[in-house]
Nanobody, 122 residues
Framework: QLQLVESGGGLVQPGGSLRLSCAASGFTLGNSAVGWFRQAPGKEREGVSCISSSGSSTLYVDSVKGRFTISRDNAKNTVYLQMNSLKPDDTAIYYC???????????????WGQGTQVTVSS
């Protein structure tokens, strides 16, 4: 069974950090591009960051540039999203998605995780 599982979300104060993980089972994540998306209450889903299968290409939405870093460890079949200097506007459910094709920040990926909640609040 092909599955993506996100972890690492939680409650953090403004200015704090979290590292999200996206672990794959049932397939080799290293053959896939991976995107991180988020959806806040009452808002549309937004592409946050993505990484190509080789890791040579990454993209970030403007609002997280300089604060978030995407990376991958193909030996662990996992992609990470390091989030620093978190702001209340970063509060959302964060999803990872994977596909053999590199769709950038578009939501066209085939496989999706269930999401992990990130709440930034004092």
């Amino acid at each position: 069974q092909l599955q993506l599982v996100e972890s690492g979300g939680g409650l953090v104060q403004p200015g704090g950090s979290l590292r999200l993980s996206c672990a794959a089972s049932g397939f080799t994540l290293g053959n896939s591009a991976v995107g991180w998306f988020r959806q806040a209450p009452g808002k549309e889903r937004e592409g946050v960051s993505c990484i190509s299968s080789s890791g040579s290409s990454t993209l970030y939405v403007d609002s997280v540039k300089g604060r978030f870093t995407i990376s991958r460890d193909n030996a662990k079949n996992t992609v990470y999203l390091q989030m620093n200097s978190l702001k209340p506007d970063d509060t959302a459910i964060y999803y990872c998605a994977a596909d053999r094709h590199y769709y950038g920040l578009r939501s066209r990926y085939t496989y999706w995780g269930q999401g992990t909640q990130v709440t930034v609040s004092s």
